[in-house]
């Protein structure tokens, strides 16, 4: 541990040279966090001209920003795509308002009524399911983000996104590069031509959404339908949350199937015992609520996807006073960077870290870690607002394509991108066979 008077450590000519070996060796930023993590600890600073963030980790720093001393922080941060992007989505609001907003949204997404969603979530899947063909090589980025898609659009706002979305396809990409760590993070002010084209192709499309749905009148049960009732709420603010969650809950489901489906691909014996579990639990039968709760090593499985690559790698966040933090003074104003990748594969609190092992997660075993340890949703008041939703519909996505196909990994060397989430670059190909019962 530091003490209060230590400077926050940084790369210097006595130990840059690991770091740089690692950068260059991996070609990877997320490489490079790693060696400089090993090297300065949970604690430094990326000094670049103009863009000096402070990058954090580890369980008791987590608590810290997350929960203890989390007014000392804020998200909002006007130069920011993200913020350019959402305008006054829950995701960049702080205080009060994002409070209020939160409380709009947060009903649809309780556990109780996230569970509701399984037929929609079903329905989906099995559309997308129905167009794989035996025998063909498909993209399962690809794939999961049009499931993601349709299913948190019918699930949050009942619309069917399917037949916009060869039209739509390219915007959502596009807006996606336009969030994603980029130069921008040096000079807010580099020129970011095309993306006004595709924000307003969204725009346009969710607008639309909104004033069918205030024309026809209300009698549908869904985050719609709670935000149109809050008088408070006009079509543009009403814009900015459905895009926040379109956003925000398409793209990281996107990236946790992919990265799961590659791990299986990876790991064809890991595969087989899921299947296994698969077949016993529901056999060839749809999956109901009860049978998909008894999918344990599904669920492992899927919290082990979320450790070693966590879609949300990081928190970002600015101090808003001068502080200490894991034992370092930090000036307000500072942008801090909470990483939760590094603190998901830090051995001083996983065993052997790197290892894509399931059974860490048994609950049979009770393995003791750290609270704060395990961070793929975030913690406290700002955690993710979809986590229930995300986990019921891993697991069901997960169970049916098992149910239904044979596997296998074709993509060799896939690397973790940052995008504006973290995922499988370049993609994910898999070669899928159908199973006997579904010929
Ligand atoms: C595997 C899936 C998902 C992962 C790993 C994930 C991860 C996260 C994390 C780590 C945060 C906190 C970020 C921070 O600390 O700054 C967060 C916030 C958020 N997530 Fe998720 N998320 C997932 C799915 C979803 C879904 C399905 C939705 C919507 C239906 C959603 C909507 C949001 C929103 C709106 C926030 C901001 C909450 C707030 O600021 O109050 N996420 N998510």
Redesign the pocket.
């Given at each position: 541990m530091k003490t209060e008077t230590e400077a926050i450590p940084t790369i210097s000519s006595s130990n840059g040279l690991p770091i740089l070996k690692e950068l260059t060796k991996q070609r990877s930023l997320l490489a490079g966090l790693e060696a400089m993590h090993k090297e300065l600890g949970n604690i430094f600073e990326i000094s670049m001209p103009g863009f000096k963030p402070i990058v954090l980790s580890g369980p008791e720093v987590a608590r810290e920003i997350?929960v203890t001393q989390r007014f000392q922080f804020t998200?909002r941060n006007d130069g920011d795509p993200v913020t350019r992007l959402l305008r006054h989505?829950?995701?960049v609001e702080d205080g009060e308002f994002?409070d209020t907003l939160?409380g709009y949204?947060q009903p649809a997404?309780q556990r109780s009524r996230t569970n509701n969603y399984l037929p929609v979530m079903l329905a989906c899947t099995n559309r997308v399911l129905e167009s794989w063909e035996d025998g063909s090589t498909k993209d399962m980025l690809v794939e999961m983000r049009k499931l993601a898609l349709m299913i948190?659009m019918e699930a949050?706002f009942s619309v069917d996104i399917a037949p916009d979305l060869p039209r739509l396809w390219g915007s959502i990409l596009k807006v996606l590069r336009y969030i994603s760590p980029g130069l921008w993070l040096i000079n807010s002010k580099f020129p970011r031509p095309g993306y006004r084209n595709s924000i307003n192709k969204l725009d346009e499309y969710l607008y639309a959404i909104i004033s069918e749905r205030r024309q026809k009148g209300d009698d549908k049960e869904d985050m719609l339908a709670d935000l149109i009732n809050q008088e408070s709420m006009d079509d543009d603010l009403i814009r900015d949350q459905m895009l926040?969650?379109l956003i925000?809950?398409?793209d990281?489901?996107t990236?946790?199937l992919s990265w799961a489906l590659y791990l299986l691909g990876r790991h064809p014996e890991v595969m087989k015992r899921a299947r296994d579990e698969v077949d016993t639990v529901m056999g060839t039968d749809e999956p109901t609520l009860t049978k998909v709760n008894q999918l344990h090593f599904v669920e492992q499985i899927i919290k082990e996807a979320?450790r070693l690559f966590?879609?949300?790698h990081v928190?970002?966040?600015i101090t808003n006073v001068d502080q200490n933090l894991a034992g370092c003074p930090v000036p307000k104003g500072s942008r801090v960077m909470?990483s939760?990748y590094l603190t998901h594969r830090d051995e001083q609190h996983w065993e052997q870290a790197e290892r894509f092992n399931p059974d860490r997660f048994d609950r049979q075993t009770n393995h003791e870690r750290s609270s704060y340890s395990y961070?793929?949703?975030?913690?406290g008041?700002?955690?993710?607002?979809?986590?229930a939703?995300?986990q019921i519909?891993?697991r069901v996505v997960l169970a049916r394509i098992l149910q239904d196909f044979d596997l296998n990994l074709i993509s060799q060397s896939v690397t973790k991108h940052m995008g504006a989430t973290l995922e499988p670059s370049p993609g994910v190909l898999m070669r899928l066979q159908k199973r006997d019962h579904v010929k």
């Open positions: 997350l998200w989505g829950l995701l994002h939160r949204m997404l948190l949050l926040t969650m925000a809950g398409h990281t489901s990236a946790l979320l966590p879609p949300i928190g970002n966040r909470l939760y961070l793929p949703f975030g913690g008041p700002r955690n993710c607002i979809g986590a939703f995300a519909e891993s």
